[in-house]
Nanobody, 127 residues
């Protein structure tokens, strides 16, 4: 199981930008499928984005497509989520996730399919 630590959350006005970082551990970081989820108060954990081992394959929820970009740097054991044009409805705790298994999109969006999670970082977007 990977150890993950998120950072970069904060308060931003609608239309603004924020970049989240996830620091991974272990010698096999580059073998993990990586993803971002978010959870707002009173809501289920929601898939945001995922990226394959090499960074060549990316997947996004429809709600963030065109606004968010996921990337990774395996040499630094890091994954990022660049968030632009933020909306108040993007307000949530954002979690980094990792798993050794590739997943089809139908399974990728299911939180229980992922084996490792960070502690989360709060993103608040004001109106």
């Amino acid at each position: 199981q990977a150890q993950l630590v998120e950072s970069g959350g904060g308060l931003v006005q609608a239309g603004g930008s924020l970049r989240l970082s996830c620091a991974g551990s272990g010698r096999t970081f580059r073998n993990y499928l990586m993803g971002w989820f978010r959870q707002a108060p009173g809501r289920e954990r929601e898939f945001v984005a995922a990226i394959g081992w090499s960074g060549a394959s990316t997947f996004y929820a429809d709600s963030v497509k065109g606004r968010f970009t996921i990337s990774r740097d395996n040499d630094k054991d890091m994954v990022y989520l660049q968030m632009n044009s933020l909306h108040p409805e993007d307000t949530a705790v954002y979690y980094c996730a990792a798993d050794l298994n590739w997943k089809i999109p139908a399974k990728m969006v299911v939180p229980t399919e992922w084996s490792s999670w960070g502690q989360g970082t709060q993103v608040t977007v004001s109106s």
